[in-house]
């Protein structure tokens, strides 16, 4: 495998796990807004949640740090891809079985800024 192929691979990794766990950040707010608002549309009483309210959002702020670190990781694996002279970002244009793919530069803008 040549340098370039796995910080192709290892960009695709990490960006496929930022989206994953982007998503799972999500579902598990989503859960603790469910919660909520079954809560107070059944009639619950407050304390009768708490533990398992408690619980969820100590794992949201579990994944916040894994964000962190994931964010962090991916940082290190840029400037260790541009000190090794490793160019790993998306060629302007690429052909599969014949077919043209040209990138779209608007999009990898508003992207970026983000």
Known sequence: MTPIIAGMRIARSITSIENELDNLIASASNLVVELAKARVATGINAHAIQRPMARLTRIQRT???????????????????????ISVRCPNSAALEGQEHVRNDAFATRMAAV
Do not use: C, I, N, Y
């Open 63 to 85: 994944l916040g740090e894994v964000r962190s670190d994931l964010v962090s990781a991916h940082g290190d694996l840029s400037k260790l891809a541009e000190t090794l002279d």
